[in-house]
């Protein structure tokens, strides 16, 4: 079964520094990938998806990720964290034929001043 | 833009009791989906449905209902309560389904506790 690795349950940053937020996923073929972020008290917003074509995705609010298919990953990064990044961040993936999103466990991120 | 609309937002339950979980959504979307979200856990599927009428099983469905007699609405039924099904649901549509990368719109969750 296709599952999601998330490495880190949290992760911790100084405003101004790179965030990085990692993802793997197991599959022999290369499912479709998203990353979710979800505020408090609130629902899980699209930052970014990668279907085909360029491995590197941008997303909302500066994020980026890139597709890895040697190395099955899927990592989120941005260069300069901002204190309203603070949220929790699900990698999920959509295997090919399948209706549903396999989750990740999430990363909380928090920002520190 | 209203989106998805779960209702209610929060709710106490004891063990035992029934309650419906509200999702409509405005987008015409045809496919439609109940998650669950556990405590440092990622979202489970509990059911989904790609049209009127027609739902199927996610991967916990267990404890669950589900009806779609309405292209908007898609509401989740918890029948005999259990402290296990305390978790916050997220009602989700999207246009077309998964398997092609498209994108699912979430609601804004319905944290339920199961005392």
């Known amino acids: 079964a296709q599952s999601v690795t998330q490495l880190g349950s949290h992760v911790s940053v100084s405003e101004g520094a790179l965030v990085l937020l990692r993802c793997n996923y197991s599959?022999?073929?290369?499912?479709?990938l998203f990353w979710y972020v979800q505020y408090p008290n609130q629902g899980l917003q699209l930052l970014l998806k990668?279907?085909?074509?360029?491995?590197l995705v941008k997303g909302i609010n500066g994020f980026e990720a890139e597709f890895k298919k040697s190395e099955t990953s899927f990592h989120l990064t941005k260069p300069s964290a901002h204190m309203s990044d603070a949220a929790e961040y699900f990698c999920?993936?959509?295997?090919?034929?399948?209706?549903?999103?396999?989750f990740g466990q999430g990363t909380r991120l928090t920002i520190n001043p | 833009n209203a989106g998805v609309t779960q209702t209610p937002k929060f709710r106490i339950l004891k063990i035992g009791q029934s309650m419906t979980l509200q999702c409509t959504q405005d987008?015409?979307?045809?496919?439609m989906y109940w998650y669950r979200q556990d405590p440092g856990m990622g979202l489970k599927l509990i059911y989904y449905?790609?049209?009127?009428?027609?739902?199927d099983k996610g991967e916990v469905p267990n404890g669950y209902n589900v009806s779609r007699s309405t292209t908007e609405d898609f509401p989740l039924r918890l029948e005999l309560a259990a402290p296990s099904q305390t978790s916050v649901y997220f009602c989700?549509?999207?246009?077309f389904g998964q398997g092609m990368g498209n994108t699912i719109y979430f609601g804004e969750g319905s944290w339920l506790t199961v005392v």
């Open positions: 989700a549509s999207s246009l």
């Open positions: 987008m015409n979307h045809n496919y």
């Open positions: 599959s022999s073929v290369p499912p479709y």
């Open positions: 999920a993936v959509n295997p090919q034929g399948a209706q549903k999103l396999v």
């Open positions: 990668y279907t085909t074509g360029a491995t």
């Open positions: 449905s790609v049209g009127a009428g027609i739902t």
